[in-house]
C-alpha cells in the first residue's frame, strides 16, 4: 500500500499482549501506510518496555510520558516522582496518558485529581501537550482543565473521546483536540452523529492497541495497522478521500506533537 502517512496517536505497542510477535506486527502497520505511531505511558512498569520499543524504532515510535490514573493508588507520589525525573532527564513528546477513570474505581479520586494537576503544570512548564484519558469523566476533566488555563498555557488531546457534541464543543474552544478510535466504527455508539458537526481540523485518530479494536477486527486484539479502519470510516463519514482524510490529520498530529521538541536539550527542574 502506499504510505499514507497515517499516524497513530496513541498506542500502546510495548505491551506483552504484542510479545509473540511484535516486529510482524510493526511492519503490518507500516504496511497499512502508517509514518508515526505514539506512545503513551502507563506507570513505572511500562518505561523500560516502551523506551525500548522507541529505541528500536526511532524514526517511528515516539515516546510520552505521564502516570496513567488507574494506576494512581498509595504510591502515588512515589510513581510521580519518576514521572518527574524522567521529564526532567530527556525529551518526551508529551506528557500522557493522564486523567480521571472513574469507571473502574472510584477509591483515589482525589488522588487522580492532584495528579493530573501536577502532570498538566509539569506539562506547561516544558510547554508539552497532555494526553488525557477521560473514562466517565469527562465534564470534572473540563472544569480541571479550565481552572489549569488559568495559571497557564495548557493544550492537548482529549484521547479516546466519546462523549456529547457540547462535551466536545467545550474541548474545542479549550483548544483541545479529539482523539477518536476504534469506537467510531461501533454501530450503537452514535459518533458518526457527531463528526459532522465537528472541524476535522481539531480531529486525530487513534488505536488505542491493544484494546478497542475497530469494526470488523472488534472482540480481537488491536493493533496499529488497523488504524486504517478507522481512517476510512472517518473519510466516509466526512465525504472525503482516505488520502486527504490522512493529509489532514497529519498535518493535525504533528501541530499536536511537536517532534521538533527530540532536537532540544532539556536540564530543567520542575516544580
Known amino acids: 500500500m502506499q504510505n499514507l502517512g497515517l499516524i497513530d496517536t496513541h498506542a ?11 516486529s510482524e506486527m510493526m511492519q503490518r502497520a507500516f504496511d497499512a501506510g502508517l509514518s508515526h505511531i505514539f506512545l503513551p505511558n502507563i506507570d513505572s512498569s511500562s518505561i523500560g518496555p516502551m523506551l525500548a520499543l522507541e529505541a528500536a524504532y526511532p524514526q517511528q515510535c515516539f515516546a510520552m510520558m505521564g502516570l496513567h490514573p488507574c494506576s494512581v493508588g498509595k504510591n502515588m507520589e512515589e510513581e510521580l516522582a519518576l514521572v518527574k525525573n524522567w521529564l526532567e532527564k530527556r525529551p518526551f513528546v508529551a506528557v500522557g496518558e493522564i486523567g480521571l477513570d472513574y469507571y473502574w474505581s472510584m477509591e483515589f479520586v482525589e488522588e487522580q485529581k492532584e495528579a493530573f494537576r501536577r ?34 498555557p495548557l493544550r492537548g488531546v482529549f484521547h479516546c473521546f466519546t462523549g456529547t457534541l457540547e462535551q466536545a464543543q467545550k474541548i474545542i474552544e479549550l483548544g483541545f483536540y479529539l482523539g477518536f478510535g476504534g469506537v467510531l466504527t461501533f454501530k450503537k455508539a452514535g459518533l ?24 470488523p477486527k472488534r472482540g480481537k486484539r488491536n493493533e496499529s495497522a488497523y488504524l486504517l479502519y478507522v481512517a476510512q470510516k472517518m473519510a466516509d463519514i466526512k465525504g472525503i478521500s482516505l488520502e486527504e482524510l490522512a493529509q489532514t490529520l497529519k498535518t493535525n498530529s504533528l501541530a499536536l506533537f511537536d517532534l521538533s521538541v527530540l532536537e532540544e536539550e532539556k536540564s530543567l527542574t520542575l516544580s
Open 192 to 215: 458518526d452523529q457527531l463528526i459532522p458537526h465537528l472541524p476535522l481540523s481539531k480531529i486525530v485518530i487513534e488505536t488505542d492497541a491493544p484494546y478497542l479494536s475497530p469494526t
Open 12 to 22: 500502546h505497542l510495548y505491551s506483552d499482549k504484542f510479545e509473540e510477535d511484535r
Open 119 to 152: 502532570q498538566s503544570r509539569w506539562a506547561m512548564q516544558l510547554n508539552l501537550p497532555i494526553v488525557i484519558h477521560a473514562r466517565d469523566s469527562i465534564d470534572d476533566l473540563i472544569e480541571l482543565v479550565e481552572e489549569l488555563q488559568k495559571e497557564g
